[in-house]
């Protein structure tokens, strides 16, 4: 079956820092991949997607691009905030379905 | 333009008991999906419902249940509750069942079973 994985964390950077988390799939489709972000204590936000082989998702300074040589789709910000910190989930789609399989989550913590 | 919205926000049960959670689909949406999300987890799926019937089901036991409005609104159902179902339940609507549409999360229902 389909399945993501995600580098454990927590990842801890200081503000400014590069940030790279790293996300793999396995699926018997083409489908599409999703990164989203959980603030503490609400649910999930859609952060970027990207729907095709080589695509790339961007928003708010966060990149993703889908390698389906290497089948990833990992999660990249040149310079991460303080109120970047936050559960990150990588996520697929099989192609003719909208349900989600999810990772496990990769939580960031940025410090000043 | 009006977001998920999901209640209530936290809820306590004993085992055994039953409870029924709800969620708002965003406008424009007839597709909503329900998830489980354990503490420290991805979410995993439970259902999805698109135009009021079921079209889809997860590795879940009979005892979770839903429904659809006519309005896109949904229930989720849980049966003789356990301790493992404590956990956050997400909602997501759609626009449309399949076709890799987007789905948008609601803010959840934490649900303790003591």
């Known amino acids: 079956g389909d399945s993501v994985t995600q580098m454990e964390g927590p990842v801890t950077l200081s503000e400014e820092a590069f940030l790279t988390i790293n996300c793999t799939y396995t699926?018997?489709?083409?489908?599409?991949l999703f990164w989203y972000v959980q603030y503490p204590g609400e649910g999930l936000q859609l952060l970027l997607k990207?729907?095709?082989?080589?695509d790339k998702g961007s928003n708010k300074g966060f990149e993703a691009t889908y390698r389906k040589e290497t089948t990833s789709f990992h999660l990249e910000k040149g310079s991460v905030q303080v109120s970047d910190s936050a559960v990150y989930f990588c996520?697929?789609?099989?192609?003719?379905?909208?349900?989600?399989?999810f990772g496990k989550g990769t939580m960031l913590l940025v410090s000043p | 333009e009006t977001g998920v919205t999901q209640s209530p926000t936290h809820l306590i049960k004993t085992r055994g008991q039953q409870v029924t959670l709800r969620c708002s689909s965003q406008?424009?949406?007839?597709?909503v999906s329900w998830y489980q999300q354990a503490l420290g987890q991805g979410p995993q799926f439970i259902f999805q419902?698109?135009?009021?019937?079921?079209?889809g089901r997860g590795n879940f036991p009979p005892r979770f249940s839903g429904l659809q409005f006519p309005n896109y609104s949904s229930e989720l159902n849980v049966n003789a509750l356990e301790l493992d179902d404590s956990a956050l339940y997400l909602c997501?609507?759609?626009?449309?069942?399949?076709?890799?549409?987007?789905?948008?999360f609601g803010p959840g229902t934490r649900l303790l079973v003591l």
């Open positions: 997501a609507s759609s626009g449309k069942g399949g076709s890799q549409e987007t789905q948008y």
């Open positions: 699926a018997t489709g083409y489908p599409s």
């Open positions: 990207a729907t095709k082989a080589d």
């Open positions: 996520a697929l789609s099989e192609t003719g379905y909208s349900t989600l399989t």
């Open positions: 406008s424009g949406h007839n597709t």
């Open positions: 419902y698109y135009r009021e019937e079921e079209n």
